[in-house]
């Protein structure tokens, strides 16, 4: 049988994502305060470094007093790995130790990004990695905002929060009903995530978490603030694993299609599991659902359209008979009576408080007298 292998003492790695870092005592071989200080400013064992910096901060939020999610962890931990990475391997920066980062490093991977056309959503969040970093080694405030970098007048100094076009399945004249099936016979369990999708606005994560058994809810013992929402509805479906940033929701059961689909989940999954292949982790059912559902012809390169479009879908539909009128993303050309009452339903569909959310799906307001203005501020 094959030894197990044992790292020798004061060895960290970058630490693999998944779990939340534990405390070590001061001064013991994984306490990362010791291990930093064995390692001289500049030694060439950058990873050994990286490692024992995202070990003792990389569970804490950038801002507020708490946690991040595992997903959170992870890609940070890829981003700066992969970062530290080619910026000693591509460029005159071949011995620099992560805890000298500096804004001249950051300089010259931003024109490598812009080399290889990132989009200018992912540099401002490869910006935001390092301004969260920077905090980590002693540098708060170091990290520009990405104008800085660009330049005002760039395309990439601002990032768009409004959208420009209709993400919706039937956008992009997808036949839902049809490829719902497909994706059924090729896999039942993604089959049966993808129509929660659809028919709730879900996204992917939440549907592969979804815990049928005790979801639906009386009126009385809905969020208050999605009832106040929905004052014609009854019944309620709450949405609480899997969920962004942990925040519970409850939807809006109003079609006969909808109850149909929750008695279908609920007769295939057992008491108290979720919409997972039975046997699987979470890591693996997500493989599984991107796998699936490319096959079946959904990405960008084949049919023009992702699972998120689905979500899209769901809100502007429901926005349309809100509103009494389409969407600004679909045609609208007036500012109808009814939008600012039809966004706020939309925004409690989504899961959000915030009415400036629904312009990433819905389209601005304004542009439907032609004058949207391009969101400058993350959502």
Known sequence: MKAKQVPRAGTVSAPSGGGHARRHAAGSSRDPD????????????YIRVLGAILLKHNHEHAAKHKGVSFKTMRDRERFLVSFFRELRRTTRYRNVDPRQLANRHIETMLQHWLSRRLATATIHNYLSFLRTFAGWIGKPGMVREPQYYVGSESEHAHRSQVATSDHSWTAHNVDIAAKLAEIAATDPWVGLQVELCAAFGLRGKEARHFRPHGAVLGREAANPHDAEAFPECETFVRVSHGTKGGRPRDVPVTTDAQRELLARVSSAVAPGMYVGHPGMTAQQAQARFYYVIRKCGISKKDLGVVAHGLRHQRVNDAFEVDAGGPSPVR??????DNDETARRRAARLLGHNRLQVTSCYLGSPASAHGSAPAAKDPI
């Open 34 to 45: 010791a291990i930093l200080a064995q390692l001289p400013m500049g030694t060439r064992d």
């Open 331 to 336: 045609g609208a050309h007036a500012r109808g």
